[in-house]
């Protein structure tokens, strides 16, 4: 069966950094556009960084820019996502997606255009 699983998340006070994996199985990641997301309970699930199939090209929500890296170990079919300088409102359960359905190689902040996902890791981040 096709999965992605989580893991990496916890509690930090503000400034702290966390490393977030996105694990897959049933599928190769190579293949496929990979993005991470968040959401807060009462609030939209908002992109926050994705990369695309070569690991080449990535992008940021422009509220995490300079904080966050996303990278991806094709060999260990898995990506991550390294937070630094965590701040209070990046508290959210953060998933990860992929584009499997689709022949896309450019990856976007969009989440109506991914199709599997993972059920999250929660992050918390307060004094």
């Known amino acids: 069966q096709l999965q992605l699983v989580e893991s990496g998340g916890g509690s930090v006070q503000p400034g702290g950094s966390l490393r977030l994996s996105c694990a897959a199985s049933?599928?190769?990641?190579?293949?496929?556009?990979i993005g991470w997301f968040r959401q807060a309970p009462g609030k939209e699930r908002e992109g926050v960084s994705c990369i695309n199939k070569s690991g080449r090209s990535t992008s940021y929500v422009d509220s995490v820019k300079g904080r966050f890296t996303i990278s991806r170990d094709n060999a260990k079919n898995t990506v991550y996502l390294e937070m630094n300088n965590l701040k209070p409102e990046d508290t959210a359960l953060y998933s990860c997606?992929?584009?499997?359905?689709?022949?896309?190689?450019?990856?976007?902040?969009?989440?109506?255009?991914?199709?599997?996902w993972g059920q999250g890791t929660q992050v918390t981040v307060s004094s």
């Open positions: 997606a992929a584009i499997t359905k689709a022949m896309i190689g450019l990856c976007g902040l969009t989440p109506q255009t991914y199709d599997a």
């Open positions: 049933g599928f190769t990641l190579d293949y496929y556009v």
